[in-house]
């Protein structure tokens, strides 16, 4: 009898044993497991679209040890160029010294901006490389257009990283230098693998141009508001005309303007400030009031504009020096305001949660105006038809003809305060307020926090 | 002549005073291992044989009784109860011991010690009162949490919380509150009123069948269980006064008005031009009149006293304990009330418990305790809020509390007037909370008893919190916020108790079983503005919601545990336990951790050299080694996660955490040697203890390079350790009429880190960095005033002694530490003819405090806040001698953080007295009452301390503070209200 209930109860007791094991195996609630999250088409497609949330910049989104902050397309590629490419045309009255220093080609290895625009790039890179490693999960209608976002997005990504974190590329020579590490892989352990070292500026290019030209071959000609085949087509112009290579910018912009069915809009001040893209737009970063990349502490607007509910207090204020370059019956010299402040303020990004501009169509016919003009040929258009063109929306009249610097003045003012400045200057070789366009404090440098962490990587020149 | 053959004795055995039958007594035939074990009714029955038989009658707390049987058949035996501490029952996990044959280190204290204590939190009640284990209330906000660390810091990121354990289930102990005040506590839930013991277990020894939360330490709480006999009452009823235990002096309004003008035109000769300027203003008088009306009209508001009050405590306790053979209860109910010494910051209790034993029948018993509670906290505004009370002395007393021109609360102090919060905004936390408990025992042999117990810890808090139009946050229509909180935590736990009987000196226990708990959580809130009028508070009016949001997590373990406690020669003593536990918390790789723990120990005084020595009457060596674990970390560190994000109005999901497949528990491993002691026949007894704590694999969010996608994950780096000594002395100075015993415990501890792989994690001032204890202070030395100029000084810190009056030029140092060396208490309790005084004083020694508030307390007017009364010293021509530099408004004159506002924390206090009175019977008899009992007791009453804040018992953790933000910032003040000094009076009645 005894025996029996022994042996009952030790049953008992230790039957729940095996059972108990999955017991352990808890999900979270709040965000899912790496498992589920690349389980199916659908799940790798919305990791997919995270990476645009993270090119825009969505402002607080940062959860995981990095900062809050890093806002790339969303603010800080624009402000990058614009402050650190001014030349006597602005003045920046802001408190962040952080953007202090990028205005003053004074930074500092630990600069909050440059740490935290690498972190979140790099952040989206491993976004694009998990939905690539995931790609044959995807289903078949859509495997090549999701491909195609994914490798737009690292591509796009690495081009503005190598222009930011190394010296520029010099068209025709070997550029050997630093570029900024390639990372092909999405992360799904931390090992030896992680602390990689950079790559030269012409292995970037060469991955940056190998991405792209896939990407363009296989996404779609239409697909909303996300990348399409006509985005990786005008991605490539931009870093074509980075390289001099003037032939097949002029190509990829000829591309996007003849077969990407995109239109000026009509008057100049409506292609800013709007909550939808317009016909110009080739690729905009969709903001609105829930999500944008700030409206108090970060965000275009935050320290473009100084209007009632709109910016900060006036941080960058647009000196006569920039007034000066337009004539007498610019719209786009209409564009600009006097702000609370009573300083003249650019009206390009001067409402909360609107779209901001990326790649519109305007600077395609002046990359094809001026890549034609360079090679002395014709495609598309005459450079001065091109120009012209631009030249009728903002409300002037026609040139007669038009020279190198009629072209780049034209590309100057029509694209002001849109991130192109200091890149315009690198590639055109023209000094920026007396530092030379190659300058190593033109650079940004690799974050301290990177360098402490990842030994593999160089550190450069200035840092 | 003796007979030979077998014959059966049979018998009942009770306790001598209560003639209550005792059950579970041994019953060996003595020199043999024939034996059995009083039933519930304490009948045995034995069949012996054998020349001389003698029975042994052994039974925990008693004394043992040796009975020669003759020619008897029927041998009935009253024990009597051995009251020396050293034979008293010691609750362990899964299980009692009796103390004498302890491996471990576990310190008792005995519930009727702590027994209506003004305080809220039955943690508070231990200070003072067991060796090694520090306690420190962050504040005097009743309600609050509280930090408990048994022997140091063993952690950086995870807990350093014990786990608390009442009647044998874990439960919920962390904070549950809104994440923008500070934390709250889910023990002050606990009547202690009901608690029978508290044992603490501090060595590995005695925590690792608790596994992989034991290397806190464990807190184990039993309740009381119901005593059959004549069903017995208790009422009792207190009532008393709380108010602040220290205030500091401040300057009054003419001092403000004349130190403030010094204080500007320092500064104006400084600058070359008015600081006024400064504000768009022109000169002195503009600048007052804008910034601070009223100066001019001779005010000298006494803000610290607007911001105190004396509270009102109020307790009521009821119990009933009763039952027959068969059914024992134990019913208690407890309404507690006390009003906090800050305005509008209080707390009540409303507590019911009952627990039940019930025999069914030889073989099967089981057991339920059932407690239900509801408190109510209403909470004040976290430290650093300009809304909260104690922030009210930065205002100048130069303004009116009243704005003489409306009449009502003056919004035109310099900064918000916390008053109108205290009369516009409400922030009540009510929490209901359930523990509850069922057991079965069932007996499969005499020897072999099965346990299955399921208990259940239900939380459900709930927060309501408006601010009204006109407070600083609710503007300009009101803000609302409501939040609920539900944490069901059970617990499953299967044993089997083994007590084979093999001789009256040689037994072994064995315990074997399986746990299994699992913790759910979920919280929904939601944030609203624009209502109606400030009548309307719920946000069913609101116009407009600001956040939203529902969380759920869980967590789960499953473990296995045993332990064998054998003793040899009733002289030797050898104890093996450990446990298995499997964690949801943890990687795949690593999901389930051993942690075993060896102990032994030798009575030395049963050895024939010492045995029967009356000046040594009791001396055991012991010694233990083991392993325990800490998991206390996120539910999901281990997991690669990915999150929900939007762009365009489409939702999309991204990667926030790497796996980390190998994460697991930090383990420490401790040795623990001591002695008990017992001189004088027991009359002085005592332990000593050393201890070693190295704790490995701590559990660190590292950084890793970004280009990975990642910028941190949990591993598994780092090394720690705590080393330390512990005494306890307990002796009986007077025995007779007049008795007086005292209870002394000392402890020492040290707490470096070994090992962070060269990171420094810093929370402010505070960091934790290799060589250097936890929390460790750093910051530039302060080096009093440049006689001649006036200028704050500060050395330079580079070797060269130097010193410097420029701030940014001189080095940081390592310049304390927030956490005491030497911590210990002493009680005294005297007794004559029905009078008792009891008194325990309790200290910490070698701990610093930064007053964070410093800057602006005692700034020399760097602003507009009043100051501290040393200002008054400042130095004023070359020549002064003084430590307190020149004022200067807006001229940061040694605000900067120095040690200036580091002072040394030690303090020693007046923790609890009582004074009572036992009416005598010859009173009592003719009104049918039991006992009656008339007290006196204080809390806080006397504090010494070098400390020139309100309080050396003070930390400031900040709102919602991580784990690791916890651990390392200790020692902090900022506007932090002190312990209430507390006085109550209350009548005990028994029948």
Redesign the interface.
């Known amino acids: 009898m005894k025996k029996i209930y022994i042996a009952i109860t030790t049953l008992a007791v230790f039957l729940g044993l095996p059972a108990c094991d999955n017991k352990l195996d808890v999900e979270p609630q709040q965000s899912i497991s790496s498992d589920v999250a690349l389980s199916s088409s659908e799940n790798v497609v919305n990791v997919l679209i995270s990476g645009y949330s993270e090119i825009g910049g969505q402002f607080g989104t940062a959860s995981d040890g990095r900062p809050e902050g890093g806002e790339l397309f969303g603010a800080d590629f624009n402000l990058f160029s614009e402050l650190m490419g001014n030349d006597g045309e602005i003045t920046w009255n802001g408190t962040f010294d952080t953007y202090e220093d990028v205005f003053d080609k004074d930074l500092i290895d630990d600069n909050a901006l440059a740490r935290d625009n690498w972190m979140r790039a790099y952040n989206t890179i491993n976004i694009a490389n998990t939905v690539l490693d995931n790609i044959d999960i995807v289903d078949e209608g859509i495997r090549s257009q999701v491909r195609g976002e994914a490798l737009w997005l690292r591509g796009t990504l690495l081009f503005e990283l190598v222009r930011v974190y190394a010296l520029p590329y010099e068209a025709g020579e070997a550029n050997d230098q630093p570029g900024v590490p390639i990372v092909l892989t999405g992360t799904t352990q931390i090992d030896e693998s992680a602390f990689v070292s950079r790559a030269t500026v012409a292995e970037v290019y060469q991955q940056v141009l190998e991405d792209l030209t896939t990407a363009e071959t296989l996404m779609e000609e239409r697909n909303g508001f996300f990348a399409n085949t006509y985005v990786a087509t005008a991605t490539l112009s931009r870093v074509y005309l980075q390289q001099e290579n003037y032939a097949a910018a002029r190509d990829a912009a000829n591309r996007v303007i003849t077969e990407g069915g995109y239109q000026l809009v009509s008057t100049y001040a409506d292609v800013f400030n709007n909550a939808s893209n317009t016909s110009e737009d080739i690729f905009a970063v969709q903001q609105n009031s829930t999500f944008n990349a700030g409206t108090s502490n970060s965000g275009l607007q935050t320290f473009y504009a100084n209007l009632p509910g709109v910016g900060r207090d006036g941080d960058i204020d647009i000196l006569q020096k920039h007034l000066d370059l337009y004539e007498d019956g610019d719209e786009r010299l209409e564009l600009f305001y006097v702000g609370e402040d009573g300083q003249p303020k650019t009206g390009k990004w001067a409402s909360n949660g609107t779209n901001i501009q990326v790649m519109r169509l305007a600077e395609m016919y002046l990359t094809r105006a001026e890549a034609n003009y360079r090679l002395g040929t014709t495609v598309g258009a005459t450079p001065l038809e091109d120009i012209n063109l631009i030249r009728d929306r903002a409300g002037l009249s026609d040139l007669g003809s038009a020279d190198l610097d009629d072209i780049l003045l034209e590309r100057r003012r029509e694209l002001a305060f849109e991130g192109q400045r200091l890149h315009d200057l690198k590639r055109t070789k023209q000094d920026v307020n007396g530092f030379p366009y190659n300058s190593d404090d033109m650079v940004f440098p690799i974050p301290r926090r990177e360098t402490d962490v990842n030994p593999n990587l160089e550190q450069n020149p200035k840092y | 002549m003796a007979q030979a053959q077998n014959r059966t004795i049979s018998g009942t055995v009770t306790d001598q005073e209560s003639d209550e039958p005792l059950p579970g007594v041994n019953v060996i035939l003595q020199g043999t291992t024939i034996g059995t074990v009083t039933d519930i009714d304490g009948n045995y029955q034995l069949e012996i044989s054998g020349d001389n038989p003698v029975l042994l009658f052994s039974y925990v707390g008693y004394i043992t009784q040796e009975i020669p049987v003759d020619a008897r058949t029927n041998i009935n035996v009253g024990l009597s109860q051995d009251i020396t501490q050293l034979n008293e029952v010691v609750v362990v996990g899964y299980g009692t011991q009796i103390k004498r044959n302890l491996t471990g280190n576990i310190a008792q204290v005995d519930g009727k010690d702590i027994e209506n204590i003004p305080t809220t939190s039955i943690e508070n009640t231990l200070q003072g009162r067991t060796a090694g284990v520090f306690i420190q209330q962050g504040s005097g906000k009743p309600g609050q949490a509280i930090k408990m660390r048994v022997r140091g810091s063993s952690s950086i990121t995870a807990s350093n919380q014990p786990l608390f354990v009442v009647d044998g289930i874990p439960i919920t102990s962390e904070n549950q509150g809104i994440t923008n005040n500070e934390p709250t506590n889910p023990l002050a839930d606990i009547n202690f009123n009901d608690v029978e013991s508290i044992e603490v277990l501090k060595d590995a020894s005695a925590a690792a069948i608790y596994g992989s939360r034991a290397a806190n330490g464990v807190v184990i709480i039993t309740t009381k269980s119901g005593r059959s006999g004549k069903t017995q009452f208790n009422v009792d009823y207190s009532l008393g006064y709380s108010e602040p235990s220290n205030k500091r002096d401040w300057l009054n309004g003419e001092q403000y008005n004349e130190l403030f003008d010094e204080a500007y035109n320092n500064s104006k000769e400084d600058f070359g031009f008015e600081p006024a300027e400064f504000f768009g203003l022109s000169n002195l008088e503009e600048l007052k009149d804008a910034a601070i009306p009223g100066w001019r009209d001779n005010n000298n508001t006494d803000w610290q006293d607007e911001a105190f009050r004396t509270g009102r405590i109020n307790q009521l306790n009821v119990s009933a304990s009763g039952g027959d053979d068969k059914t024992r209860f134990y019913f208690g109910g407890s309404f507690t009330d006390q009003e906090g010494i800050l305005i509008g910051n209080d707390f009540n209790r409303l507590s019911g418990r009952l627990n039940l034993d019930h025999k069914v029948s030889d073989r099967f018993s089981f057991s339920s305790n059932f407690n239900l509670v509801r408190t109510q906290l209403d909470r004040v505004a976290n430290d650093n809020a300009f809304a909260t009370p104690l922030q009210l002395v930065a205002l100048p007393p130069v303004q009116p509390k009243i704005d003489p021109e409306t009449g009502r609360l003056n919004t035109n102090t310099v900064y918000y007037n916390g008053l109108i919060q205290h009369r516009d905004a409400t922030a009540n936390t009510v929490i209901y909370r359930t523990l509850a408990n069922a057991q079965g025992n069932?007996k499969?042999?005499n020897n072999?008893l099965?346990t299955s117990k399921f208990g259940l810890d239900l939380l459900n808090q709930i927060e309501d919190n408006y601010q009204g139009r006109e407070t600083q946050d609710g503007a300009p229509a009101g803000q609302g916020e409501f939040r609920s909180v539900r944490v069901v935590n059970y617990t499953v736990d299967?044993?089997?108790t083994y007590t084979p009987v093999i001789s009256e000196t040689n037994t072994l226990e064995v315990v074997a079983?399986?746990s299994?708990q699992?913790s759910d959580r979920i919280l929904g809130s939601i944030q609203a503005r624009g209502f109606p009028s400030d009548a309307f508070k719920k946000i069913a009016s609101a116009a407009e919601a600001e956040a939203f949001t529902s969380?759920?997590?869980?967590?789960?373990y499953?473990s296995?545990f045993a332990r064998a406690n054998m003793q040899f020669f009733d002289k030797l003593l050898v104890s093996l336990s450990g446990r298995v536990d499997?964690?949801?918390r943890f990687g795949e790789d690593n999901?389930y951790g051993f942690f075993p723990a060896v102990s032994a120990g030798w009575i030395v005084t049963q050895e024939p050299f010492l045995g029967g020595s009356n000046l040594v009457s009791f001396l055991k060596l012991r010694a233990s080694y083991g392993l325990t674990g800490n998991s206390e970390i996120g539910?999901?560190d281990a997991?690669?996660?990915?999150?929900?994000?939007?762009?365009?109005?489409?939702?999309?999901?991204?990667?926030?955490?790497?796996?980390?497949?190998d994460l697991k528990w930090e383990t420490t491993r401790q040795i623990d040697i001591g002695i008990d002691f017992g001189l004088f026949d027991d009359r002085i007894t005592g332990e000593i203890d050393y201890y070693l704590k190295k704790t490995d694999d701590l559990l660190l969010?590292v950084?890793?390079?970004?280009?990975?996608?990642?910028?941190?994950?949990t591993q598994n780096i780092g090394k720690l350790e705590n080393e330390g000594f512990e005494f306890v002395l307990n002796t009986q100075n007077l025995t007779g009429p007049l008795s007086w015993s005292t209870s002394l415990n000392l402890a020492y501890n040290t707490n470096v880190i070994t090992d962070l792989e060269g990171q420094i994690i810093t929370s402010g001032i505070n960091r934790a960095e290799e060589g250097y204890p936890i929390g460790v202070f750093y910051m530039v030395k302060y080096a009093g005033v440049n006689p001649e100029t006036g200028d704050a000084m500060f050395e330079l810190g580079d070797g060269s002694g130097e010193l410097t009056n420029d701030y940014s030029a001189a080095m940081e140092q390592h310049v304390g530490s927030p956490f005491p060396d030497w911590i210990g208490g002493m009680t005294n309790t005297l007794s004559y003819k029905g009078f008792e005084l009891s008194f325990l004083f309790q200290f910490v020694t070698g701990n610093q405090i930064f007053n964070d508030a410093g800057s602006f307390q005692t700034s020399g007017f760097d602003f507009f806040d009043n100051q501290t009364a040393d200002q008054l010293d400042r130095w004023q021509q070359p020549g002064d001698v003084t430590d307190v530099p020149e004022v200067r408004f807006l001229g940061g004159n040694g605000v900067d953080n120095s040690t200036r506002y580091l002072y040394d924390g030690d303090y020693l206090r007046l923790r609890t007295m009582t004074l009572a009175y036992e009416l005598p019977d010859r009173w009592l008899t003719p009104l049918s009452l039991r006992n009656v009992r008339v007290y006196l007791t204080g809390q806080n009453l006397l504090t010494f301390t070098g400390y020139e804040g309100w309080d050396p018992e003070v930390n400031f953790d900040g709102t919602n503070p991580a784990n690791q933000t916890n651990n390392i910032r200790g020692g902090r003040d900022f506007y932090t209200a002190p312990q209430p000094r507390s006085l109550i009076f209350g009548v005990k009645f028994g029948f």
């Open positions: 069932f499969i042999t072999l099965f299967n044993y089997l079983g399986l299994y699992q969380l759920g997590s869980r967590f789960s499953t296995v499997g964690s949801s999901r539910n999901f997991l690669g996660l990915y999150q929900g994000t939007s762009y365009g109005g489409l939702s999309g999901t991204r990667p926030i955490s790497v796996p980390s497949p969010d950084n890793v390079p970004a280009t990975s996608g990642f910028g941190v994950v």
